[in-house]
């Protein structure tokens, strides 16, 4: 079972997953991504390795200087020796310290370089993935996996694998080289270290509990900022600045009891180690003093002794750190990994292009006895034996109530989703069979609420053939009735829409987006009420452009005012998941009793 810890930046929850064989498994496999690079990654590792057994070299020669000068004080020695040994010592600092930013430098190139691949490939089998993936899970939860799971992964291979390597060889060596110095100071340290050791686990888990629940805190404040900030014209318009100000300091005094009880634990914990580390260090002089007074050991040997055993110390108090981190990565990796093995729904558009490109299609669009149930939803028909068909150029309405499952016809068109039971024919073939990226490729939607990128007019109209050059997009904004307001603004073209298009009006989202579809020229055309947002002026405008856009192309309007597709040439009414009438406005309106003569009584009489 994992179990979860705040990421200290954002209070995103990171698993922490147990190290054991299988999950060290796992996380190797995503150790592939290092093979383009493993000649330099070997490299690092050993010039790591390098780096860490000079480390150990240092307390032995500053021995040998420190018995040299005793040797020196009592005239049987000279300082000649201490020389050379200091002339050593300092050429293995050089050495050590050019290995050491050589492999730095490295395992941050090396770690860069395989995390912008995992990046990549984390982020194409997101967007391929198909719809039933997204309906299962929450946006927040995808995006951390490109975020904090990543940067874990990334802290991992550049930072924490190294370091863990280097403690490792440090505590080896240092202990080899405390036990060959003198085995008495050994035992002694060996009674004091543990007990350190275990004090400080058990203030670290504390610590670590106390740390997520400010992170918690400090998280549910963020949550009060973002929903008021969302929701600012709701703020403003009930006069609750007061009130969001009142809750936002409740949750911040949260955070702060929180911080300032973790702030005395950690107090207490340094108080502590440095009565306990020093109090240790004060028995080993001691106790090496005893043994100095005896002639059991040299000047230098103690000096070696100390200064191994503060790397052993330094190395073990790591551990508890790099073991945690460590369990992080694990967690994050698993994450990472449950995603890259999800099968895309568009596996070759992540690969090179077919040979032989998709011909243009006639439109011709059928259904036959479709059954439709959302995989989230496994009780509920939503569709129910559809049968429905669409020649070349035909402008067909769905209208219904709401829920009826007009939606989700739409939705199966664009192979957002593939029929339960029935077939969907594209042109006389079934539409599995069809390439997906070739089949949308040939299909464009006005959705009645329109998202617009973040950039600028061009690069959203531009969205429906992105290599289309300023002539073609302009001419689409000229048939869309675009040009005449996007001209007016100080940049043109260039003007940044704004987050989902905030700094557009709605109308004129509308318009961008019908523009878009006009510079795809799709052989299949979806219209979601794409005039409910305009007033009446830009509705006839957009009326106008609609009919150029829909002419010889087969056209499917989901329809809720019903004076927008008087003139379509067929309707579909949907009720409850079933094809209930079909005809022309005045066919349907001569049934007695019928949906759509109701419907319509009711809008007209309005």
Do not use: C
Request: no cysteine.
């Amino acid at each position: 079972m994992a179990r979860y810890s705040r990421n200290d930046q954002a209070g995103v929850e990171l698993p922490k997953a147990k190290l054991d064989r299988e999950t060290l498994r796992q996380a190797l496999e995503l150790f592939r991504y290092l093979r383009p690079y493993r000649g330099r990654f070997g490299t690092a590792l050993a010039a790591l390795f390098g780096s860490s057994l000079l480390s150990l070299a240092f307390p032995y020669l500053a021995g040998s200087i420190v018995d040299a000068a005793v040797l020196h004080t009592k005239g049987t020695g000279n300082m000649a020796g201490v020389d050379r040994t200091a002339l050593v010592l300092m050429g293995i600092l050089a050495l050590q310290a050019s290995l050491s930013y050589f492999h730095f430098l490295s395992f941050a190139t090396v770690g860069q370089r395989s995390l912008i691949d995992l990046r990549r490939d984390t982020y194409a089998r997101l967007i391929s993935l198909p719809m039933t993936f997204f309906a299962q899970r929450r946006v927040g939860e995808l995006a951390s996996r490109l975020s904090a799971d990543l940067i874990q992964i990334e802290d991992t291979l550049i930072t924490i694998l190294p370091q863990f390597l280097r403690q490792s060889t440090l505590l080896v060596g240092g202990i080899a080289m405390i036990a060959a110095t003198s085995l008495k100071l050994t035992g002694i340290m060996l009674v004091s270290l543990p007990v350190l050791t275990v004090v400080a686990v058990v203030f670290g888990r504390k610590t670590r509990k106390i740390s997520r629940e400010a992170q918690d805190r400090l998280a549910d404040t963020a949550t009060i900022v973002e929903e008021t900030l969302q929701g600012i014209v709701n703020v403003k318009a009930f006069a609750n600045e007061g009130y969001e100000l009142n809750r936002y300091h409740a949750g911040l005094g949260r955070f702060l009891t929180a911080t300032l009880r973790g702030a005395r634990l950690r107090a207490a914990f340094i108080a502590f180690i440095i009565f306990a580390l020093f109090g240790s260090i004060v028995l080993v002089l001691w106790s090496g003093a005893r043994l100095l007074q005896q002639g059991e050991i040299t000047f230098g040997d103690l000096t070696r002794f100390i200064l191994y055993t503060t790397f052993v110390a330094g190395a073990m108090g790591q551990f508890a750190e790099l073991y945690s981190q460590l369990q992080k990565a694990i967690g994050a990796t698993q994450r990472v990994r449950e995603l890259l093995r999800e099968s895309g729904e568009v596996e070759a558009l992540l690969g090179p292009p077919p040979p032989a490109a998709l011909p243009r299609l006639r439109g011709d669009v059928g259904f036959e006895q479709v059954y439709f149930t959302y995989p989230s939803r496994p009780g509920v028909e939503v569709l129910h034996a559809i049968n429905l068909t669409a020649t070349s150029g035909q402008r067909i309405a769905l209208v219904g109530p709401s829920g009826a499952g007009k939606s989700t016809l739409i939705s199966l068109l664009l192979r957002l989703y593939d029929p339960s039971a029935g077939r969907l024919l594209i042109d006389g073939q079934d539409a599995r069979d069809y390439r997906l990226a070739d089949l949308r490729g040939q299909m464009s939607m006005v959705p009645q609420e329109v998202l617009l990128f973040g950039g600028s007019i061009a690069e959203n109209i531009a969205y429906g053939k992105p290599d289309a050059n300023a002539d073609e997009i302009q001419e689409a904004a000229r048939q869309a009735n675009a040009h005449e307001f996007i001209q007016t603004f100080p940049e043109g073209y260039a003007t940044l829409v704004g987050d989902r298009g905030i700094k557009l009006s709605g109308g004129q989202r509308q318009r961008i987006a019908i523009a878009r579809a006009i510079l795809k020229n799709p052989a299949i055309l979806i219209l979601d009420e794409a005039t409910s947002s305009l007033d009446s002026e830009s509705e006839r405008l957009i009326q106008e452009a609609l009919e150029t856009l829909m002419r010889g192309r087969t056209s499917f309007i989901i329809a809720h005012r019903l004076a927008t597709v008087r003139h379509v040439d067929r309707i579909i009414v949907i009720a409850g998941g079933r094809v209930v009438e079909s005809g022309t406005h005045d066919e349907l309106q001569t049934i007695d009793n019928g949906v759509y003569r109701r419907l319509a009584s009711l809008q007209f009489r309005e």
